[in-house]
């Protein structure tokens, strides 16, 4: 059973830190992208940072993108001997509060079908 939990969101105030973990299970993590993503209440779900899969063929290394709303603040990290992503989130906003989700997209083998895996989501709030 795929499991992608999130964790460590809260309250914070305007310039404080958090830093989220994602912790995935029943797929083979080190294959897929990851990505975190927001959602602000009455907006659409909105890009905050991903990073690819290690160990391609077609690729050396990993990318990682950041939304420009979050560069320079945010920073993405992953480690598959744990298969956990992390979002450290600094110098936080209040426009940064939003729901976290985690996602994870890929195959798990060659030309296999491409999964697309989502969190239930942690509670970012940032307010004084």
């Known amino acids: 059973q795929v499991q992608l939990v999130e964790s460590g969101g809260g309250l914070v105030q305007p310039g404080g830190s958090l830093r989220l973990s994602c912790a995935a299970s029943?797929?083979?993590?080190?294959?897929?992208?990851m990505s975190w993503y927001r959602q602000a209440p009455g907006k659409e779900r909105e890009f905050a940072a991903s990073?690819?899969?290690?160990?391609?063929?077609?690729?050396?290394?990993?990318?990682?993108k950041y939304a420009d709303t979050v560069k320079g603040r945010f920073t993405i990290s992953r480690d598959n001997a744990k298969n956990t992503v992390y979002l450290q989130m600094n110098s936080l906003k209040p426009e940064d509060t939003a729901v976290y989700y985690c996602?994870?997209?890929?195959?798990?083998?060659?030309?296999?079908?491409?999964?697309?895996?989502w969190g239930q989501g942690t509670q970012v709030t940032v307010s004084s």
């Open positions: 029943g797929f083979t993590f080190s294959r897929y992208d």
């Open positions: 990073i690819t899969s290690t160990g391609s063929m077609a690729s050396t290394g990993s990318t990682i």
């Open positions: 996602n994870a997209i890929g195959r798990e083998y060659g030309f296999g079908p491409i999964y697309d895996h």
